[in-house]
């Protein structure tokens, strides 16, 4: 019988002292005292914007080897990658969150904070940083974090919602659509550069029908792709910008129907990607265009 009501006491105090150490303000410890993973000497800078661009993709080869490796149960080989793809690139929030989430599985969550907190001083004027720190708030692997004094400090006032793509990409559609240049560059950012993407499916010509992609830098580019489209302008040779209606979007990038034809002598809006610079401004990185034939 003194068996059975031990047992319990101890299911009640099991479940009521997490509940009256949190109204007391208690928090637990960052880190597991029997973690085993050293802390390290030092850590990757932070960047907001990545330096020069290709550092990104550079990164991202380093980031995948890493989830491989992670995937495979090489959890030692996975660390130097994931450290290393977010030196390469600073600002790289998946090889920030991928690192802070290796440090926080492993009982550092300390370590996660100090790789985090960049993020948090600047999420006012930078747009990734708002991301990654609701990807570090949704995800489940960061529950522990989250708890903990100091991670709940770092997640305060995070916004709950996400950023605009829908609305930036729209904008940014109506901007080239109009063919006024004034109001496509306030999208083109100085030391961001972006591809142009274009193809004629319909086109009887082969090279016309392959995908072509150019990549693009500055304020001049932009303005002179931004011509293409003032249909009003017949010296020009603009052709008019169709927009199938609302776009979908993911992983920084938005859709327009790609089932639909594109019409002779017009354009039709596949895709654009962004970068948040900044949570209300973001700068194009990418637009896919397809061609109607051409007919005179």
Request: proline share 10%; hydrophobic share 40%.
């Amino acid at each position: 019988m003194n068996t059975i009501r031990n047992r319990r006491v101890f299911k009640f105090l099991r479940l009521c002292l997490p509940l009256a150490f949190a109204a007391l303000g208690c928090r637990p410890d960052l880190d597991n005292p029997a973690a085993t993973l050293p802390v390290p000497s030092s850590l990757p800078p932070f960047a907001a914007l990545p330096q020069p661009l290709a550092s990104l993709g550079q990164s991202q080869a380093l980031l995948d080897r890493a989830r491989d490796a992670l995937q495979a149960g090489r959890k030692a080989q996975a660390l130097p990658l994931l450290t290393e793809a977010l030196a390469t690139c600073p600002a790289s929030t998946d090889a920030r969150f991928e690192l802070a989430r290796y440090f926080a599985n492993h009982g550092r969550a300390s370590v996660a904070v100090q790789l985090l907190a960049p993020a948090k001083a600047a999420m006012a004027t930078c747009g990734t940083c708002v991301e990654l720190l609701q990807n570090v708030r949704n995800h489940p692997e960061f529950a522990h974090l989250s708890r903990t004094e100091a991670g709940s400090a770092l997640l305060a006032d995070v916004p709950t919602e996400p950023l605009p793509y829908a609305k930036w990409s729209t904008a940014v559609a109506k901007a080239l659509q109009s063919g006024e240049p004034a109001k496509f560059l306030p999208f083109i950012h100085g030391e961001i550069p972006y591809d142009l993407v274009r193809s004629c499916p319909q086109c009887t010509n082969p090279t016309a029908r392959e995908i072509q992609r150019r990549p693009l830098f500055g304020e001049i580019a932009a303005a002179k792709l931004a011509q293409r489209f003032d249909s009003q302008n017949v010296q020009a040779g603009g052709l008019p910008l169709d927009l199938p209606g609302d776009p979908t979007c993911s992983d920084r990038c938005c859709d327009w129907n790609h089932s639909l034809s594109t019409a002779p002598n017009r354009v039709t809006l596949q895709r654009i990607c962004l970068w948040p610079v900044t949570p209300t401004r973001a700068a194009v990185r990418l637009i896919a265009l397809r061609y109607g034939p051409t007919e005179r």
